[in-house]
């Protein structure tokens, strides 16, 4: 190895000690792996006063990918934040035998867990430096010193290289050899580096690992249920699209609200979680589709009902016939009573199908018309017995006013927001995701106090809260997946958002800015179907009012 150094003054080397100390703060506070890794070459080269630098990452497969590589003389900047794709190979440890490859700096640097330093690549034996050859006839370039260090974790597991080029004299800019002090400050940096990466790395695989989770258990409740498994999906997104829009907004009462990029994860997870709680929820009411549905759509059993009755009346007519022959009478007019009362029969049953359907509101009339029906009509059942019509249960279920579920299942139904709320509060959350609970807790409370479970008023929520709510119920509205009704459009889903603004059941202001911003533009534009996404007259939305001038 060639010892030249180049002296370093006592200024100098308290001036990179105190800049190394910032860098490790620096680093520690980096969230971004990209970011981070290049923060980790930049601060190298700033320290070490490197004209160029690489760095590689240790893969699974044995090799050292190349990750960023920077270069202020040749204006190179790859990989990293730059987007610019590194076009080289990895440098491989082992060879095709298994063998480790020693005649690459990097690789030696790998298996000698120690760091090397070179003060010209060009006189120095024992190392392949063909490729640096190549590439400084192709650029011009003359790389000279090189300082190559390995990377390690808490662990003493090497997890890259950082390999810095061309030492320059801060006074005369001279590319001269590392020092030794450019050495130790490297290997200084390279730990801190190391620690700050692996740090970042499990606290990344953790979240993966967490985030996952929860993905298993919407998969669970998709699984159930693939209906409910969307909305579990497209409600985050939406709360986040309202979120950033009320972040975004600078006029009216929320103008001051802002999100940190924490702010923002604990919210995508609170919306990840939402409806969690129904995974307890039975199918069959989850997917409730018809107001007889249960395992099975239980309209078929009243299809089999009316074709006895039907039978009945045929048995009655003949056997009045029968009469009549034996009496030497005319059967005419009983043929004709037949054919009305089978009109009347088909009549009740088509009506009880469209009942069974459910919708958006059912008349009194045509409640009494199911009561009447299961008095009009006697059967015989399995025993052989005449019992009515329609069961109790039955008749219940037809005669829903809104909707398929009865109040007994709207009550399971709505259970799961209380489970959901017991199963988070029980989670030991760390301090920046302690809101979760709170935020997935309140997307069926009303401003007014008068929501679900906990009755929660406006002013003891927050804002992400509030926006889940919204988005909770846009996303119903608009599903075009649910079993028992069509995705309204844009204008019949707003139109019924304006309406629950002006009676207190979602946030003003919330709303106001879901207009304003268009949120439901862009939403639409990723989850709703061409014939959903009519143009939007504002001013005829109810509760909509023009945002104020900035």
């Known amino acids: 190895m060639n010892d030249l150094r180049r002296p370093r003054n006592e200024d100098d ?88 490859i020693n005649t690459m700096v990097a690789a030696y640097v790998v298996h000698h867990d120690r760091s090397i330093n070179i003060a010209d690549a060009y006189t120095e034996e024992g190392f392949d430096f063909t490729g640096t050859r190549n590439f400084d006839r192709k650029t011009g370039y003359r ?28 006074a005369t800019g001279e590319v001269v050899a590392f020092s030794d002090t450019d050495q130790h400050l490297a290997e200084s940096l390279a730990s801190q580096a190391a620690i700050a990466l692996t740090n970042r790395l499990l606290i990344n695989h953790l979240e993966n690992l967490f985030e996952s989770f929860i993905n298993l258990i919407n998969a669970a409740i998709d699984d159930k249920s693939p209906y409910t498994g969307g909305h579990c999906q497209r409600v985050p997104v939406l709360t986040m699209m ?53 395992i099975f759509d239980r309209i078929a059993l009243v299809d089999t009902r009316f074709e006895v009755v ?66 009009k009509y006697r059967w015989r059942d399995a025993e052989g017995d005449r019992t009515d019509f329609l069961s109790e249960e039955e008749i219940e279920n037809l005669t829903i006013r809104y909707g398929t579920l009865t109040p007994g299942e709207r009550q399971i139904i709505n259970h799961h927001i209380e489970v959901t709320i017991q199963m988070l509060e029980a989670l030991p959350w760390p301090k920046h995701l302690r809101n979760v609970p709170e935020y997935a807790g309140g997307h069926h409370e009303r401003m007014d106090g008068k929501g679900y479970p906990r009755g929660l008023t406006r002013d003891q929520m927050s804002v992400p809260a509030r926006c889940m709510g919204i988005a909770d119920i846009f996303e119903a509205l608009t599903a075009k997946d649910r079993p028992y009704k069509k995705g309204k459009t844009l204008t019949e889903s707003l139109t019924i958002l304006g309406r629950l603004k002006l009676n207190g059941h979602i946030d003003p202001d919330l709303f106001d800015i879901f207009m304003w911003q ?24 109810p509760g909509y009012v023009p945002p104020p001038a900035q």
């Open 518 to 541: 268009r949120v439901y533009e862009k939403y639409a534009r990723q989850f709703l179907d061409p014939d959903q996404i009519d143009e939007v007259d504002v001013s005829k939305i």
């Open 143 to 170: 790389s000279k010193s090189f300082l190559t260090v390995p990377m390690k974790n808490h662990e003493a597991e090497i997890i890259g290289v950082l390999q810095l080029i061309n030492a320059k004299d801060p």
């Open 13 to 100: 080397l308290l001036r990179r000690l105190e800049q190394l100390n910032r860098i490790g703060v620096a680093l520690s506070q980096e969230k971004d792996i990209t970011r981070l890794l290049e923060a980790i070459l930049i601060a190298a080269r700033n320290i070490t006063h490197a004209d160029g630098g690489t760095l590689y990452r240790m893969t699974e497969d044995r090799s050292l990918k190349f990750e960023i590589m920077l270069n202020d003389t040749l204006g190179i900047a790859m990989g990293g934040t730059s987007g610019v794709e590194i076009p080289y190979y990895p440098i491989y440890l082992y060879d095709k035998q298994g063998s480790p």
């Open 242 to 294: 309202l979120a950033e829009a009320v972040n975004d907004c600078k006029v009216g009462p929320l103008r001051d609200f802002t999100m940190t990029d924490r702010d923002r994860y604990e919210l995508k997870i609170a919306g990840l979680l939402h409806d969690c709680g129904k995974v307890t929820t039975p199918v069959h009411v989850v997917d409730k589709a018809t107001k007889l549905q249960t």
């Open 310 to 375: 039907k039978r009945d009346a045929e048995i009655a007519l003949l056997r009045a016939r029968l009469k009549e022959l034996e009496e030497a009478g005319s059967s005419g007019s009983l043929g004709a009573g037949l054919e009305a009362q089978l009109r009347q029969i088909e009549s009740d049953r088509e009506f009880l199908r469209r009942a069974n359907i459910g919708g958006e509101a059912m008349k009194d009339e045509d409640v009494a018309r199911v009561q009447a029906i299961t008095r």
